[in-house]
């Protein structure tokens, strides 16, 4: 076992990038830590700056406007750096794939390890995508 | 000489992409500038490319805390254009879910505002009374958010009876909760320090900025549209309009609260009341007009108009949401205050960026391509030109 899959290990710290979402997967992230959920069993939590960040948890249909910001995230990032997808926006471009604002999917601007689909996912698939995403690692 | 302080665009207390520039001195906010348009889709132009059926699932993720409102506003205004109403039933139906909607989104932005203050605790306690709330939706909807339940003449799927006395439980406990929230949040010192006299908006201010929802009932400005345009079942239940007047960060806290409790007091009265029969009136066909619906969302009135020209698709579908008209409300609101303040400022309309975002401007030199005048301009110059050829 590396120093790179031993880290991946525990505790993963996730930053959450809103590209464009419609703020429903937003909620089911903030969701995902609070006492129902409580991710914070996992030693998952929320972080305020893409450097303290194991996982870039991007969600939305990634805007014109917003595409240099995720690319300048991403580069920001300490690699490795796991990148999820997540909701039917982040995977394909969803309901909003003909829009002329559409610069997305995720996928093909950045590249992504997990997709975690639904629209919003609930914060039992998000949890559960995460967990598989550890054991990929 | 004053220093810019940035906020955003991908900021921790933020949920969306939004740039906010805070021109301070020393600790003192003079003014704020807001840069928008991270979130645009194009939905008005996405919205005249699908069929009224699909419309309805269009607008409902325009915002996820608004999906019934918007989609409510969408059927309002294609009704408005045959010129049905929906059935009785229908209405009552509607109106539960609204009024649920306006449970989860209230208790959601008490629990941001206390994560904005550093006040975990309420933050934590907010959310875990606001599941029972999604799992009520779940049981009559099917889905927590995004609850693809209205359409034009009625609601989509009939729900079995005996899942109301669950819902009422529910709906009891958070009631309960709510009570002790409110008892909490009124005595608490700190809360009290944090928010008592912060970013006032006086009346007048917020009469000149239009001001809608929560955000001008907070400085006593008397509007509803649940009251003022009667829709849904609103008028065959009791229930009141709850506003403050001092106008300060406190007031439209206390204004949120308390709508909670007149939400839990509509959806008993809508479950005692439910009438039985079909659950949508049927529309075959869209004949040319035009239609408006507006309702009363969580954050303020939300406006669409449609113009069909006969086909199955809208030829104009415009959309207006609340927090368009809130935003600017920032301005005197933040004049004078700390810095610490702002952000709380910020969130005390309750902005919903994505709701609001109709318009992207891509221009790297970072200069505006347009002034306000050269778009009234525009905007007189196509009058002219439709008034001629008409």
């Known amino acids: 076992m590396g120093a790179t899959s031993w880290g991946f290990k525990k505790s993963l710290w996730v930053f959450h990038l809103n590209a464009g979402a419609c703020n429903n997967c937003d909620i ?7 006492p129902r959920f409580d991710i914070e069993r996992f030693g998952m939590k929320l972080v ?7 996982v870039l948890l991007v969600s939305g249909f990634v805007s014109r406007k917003v595409l240099p910001d995720v690319i300048e995230t ?5 690699k490795p750096v796991a990148v999820v997808a997540l909701g039917a926006c982040g995977c394909t471009g969803g309901i909003f794939r003909d829009g002329y604002n559409f610069a997305g999917p995720v996928d093909k601007v950045i590249p992504v390890d997990a ?3 639904g629209c919003p996912p609930r914060p039992e698939a998000i949890i559960d995508g995460i967990v598989k995403l550890m054991g990929k690692l | 000489m004053s220093t810019i302080i940035p906020i955003g665009p991908f900021h921790p207390v933020l949920e969306e992409p939004e740039y906010i520039q805070l021109y301070v001195d020393g600790e003192t906010v003079e ?15 996405l919205a005249q490319e699908k069929t009224f059926d699909q419309d309805v699932f269009l607008v409902e993720r325009i915002c996820g805390i608004c999906s019934a409102s918007h989609s409510w506003a969408a059927s309002l205004a294609m009704e408005d254009i045959v010129g049905v109403g929906p059935t009785d039933r229908a209405r009552y139906l509607r109106t539960i879910v609204h009024e649920l909607e306006r449970l989860h989104s209230h208790m959601l932005w008490v629990g941001l505002a206390g994560h904005i203050l550093g006040y ?4 934590m306690w907010g959310w875990k009374y606001r599941e029972p709330v999604l ?3 779940e049981m009559i909807t099917g889905n927590r958010q995004n609850y693809a339940w209205y359409k034009a003449g009625g609601v989509r799927r009939d729900v079995a009876d005996d899942i109301w006395p669950e819902v009422v439980k529910i709906i009891d406990e958070f009631d309960k909760n709510n009570d002790i929230l409110i008892g909490a949040f009124l005595d608490d010192p700190v809360i009290h320090g944090r928010l008592k006299g912060v970013g006032v908006l006086t009346k007048e201010e917020a009469i000149h900025y239009g001001c809608l929802g929560p955000t001008a009932r907070g400085s006593g400005v008397d509007i509803d549209v649940r009251r003022d345009h009667d829709y849904g079942a609103y008028s065959e239940v009791d229930w009141n309009v709850i506003t403050q007047p001092e106008g300060d960060c406190m007031a439209v806290s206390v204004v949120r609260l308390l709508e909670m409790k007149e939400a839990c007091k509509i959806i ?3 479950i005692a009341k439910l009438p039985g029969g079909p659950i949508a009136t049927e529309i075959r066909e869209f004949p040319r007009g035009e239609g408006i619906g507006h309702i009363e969302a969580p954050r303020g009135e939300s406006f669409h108009f449609i113009r069909s020209n006969g086909t199955n698709m809208p030829e104009r579908h415009k959309m207006r949401a609340p927090t368009f008209l809130n935003i600017p409300s920032f301005r005197p609101r933040v004049k004078g205050e700390t810095i610490s303040d702002a952000v709380l400022i910020f969130a005390i309309i309750d902005p919903c960026y994505s709701c609001t975002e109709r318009m992207a401007v891509l221009d790297p030199t970072g200069q505006s391509l347009m002034t306000g005048k050269d778009l009234i301009k525009l905007s007189h110059e196509k009058t002219e030109k439709l008034k001629r050829e008409y």
């Open chain 1, 115 to 117: 997709y975690i689909p």
């Open chain 2, 135 to 137: 799992d009520a939706l």
């Open chain 1, 48 to 54: 305020g700056s893409v450097k303290h960040a194991d």
């Open chain 2, 120 to 123: 975990w605790t309420v933050f």
């Open chain 1, 28 to 34: 089911e992230v903030l969701d995902c830590l609070t």
């Open chain 2, 31 to 45: 003014k704020a500038e807001i840069d928008l348009g991270r979130i645009h889709r194009g939905m008005e132009l």
């Open chain 2, 268 to 270: 008993k009265q809508c």
């Open chain 1, 74 to 78: 991403y580069e920001q990032a300490p």
